[in-house]
């Protein structure tokens, strides 16, 4: 199931966030490879209600991030555009704990998002990095297109997606 986060749960979400930053070293991926995301991201995104969980059992397995309303670094997009001026919704900071892999829990999140969009008669836009293969490979297989590149606040790129709804 999912549900909104609460501040008790970003001591076991940045665990996941630990576990994915190892393995997107291993994995030679420049993502998340500073100390953000990790337990005040949780902490700020649940008293503000954007932080979502998806647990099983009373175990939490994943976190997400979900917001509908304008995100700064979407404002400009570079070599592309969006796919429309559409309202949107946008999601960042997917994390599964590495023992709940292969699950289709990240599936289940999109299924989530897309149907929060369509509740709302929005569009979903989301944006990862360039060598983050398996989440493009997932973001694809839901859908998206691709549109361009944004700049995170740091500079950092990224690719940038939206799904029409």
């Not at 990862?128 to 398996?134: E, F």
Request: aromatic share 14%.
């Amino acid at each position: 199931m999912i549900r909104q986060s609460k501040v008790s749960d970003a001591e076991q979400v940045n665990i996941y966030f630990q576990e994915a930053r190892e393995y997107f070293r291993k994995c030679a991926v420049n993502q998340w490879q500073g100390i953000y995301p990790n337990q005040e991201s949780v902490i700020e995104d649940s008293k503000v209600g954007n932080g979502y969980i998806y647990e099983q059992d009373g175990i939490v397995k994943a976190y997400f991030f979900l917001v509908f309303d304008e995100d700064p670094t979407y404002k400009q997009i570079y070599q592309g555009k969006w796919k429309t001026p559409k309202q949107y919704g946008v999601i960042h900071r997917i994390v599964v704990g590495m023992k709940y892999r292969r699950e289709g829990i990240a599936e289940k999140i999109f299924h989530y998002a897309i149907e929060q969009a369509r509740q709302k008669n929005s569009n979903l836009r989301i944006d990862t990095h360039k060598d983050n293969i398996p989440m493009q490979k997932l973001i694809e297989k839901n859908l998206f297109e691709y549109c361009g590149i944004i700049h995170l606040a740091d500079g950092s790129e990224r690719l940038a997606y939206e799904k029409e709804i």
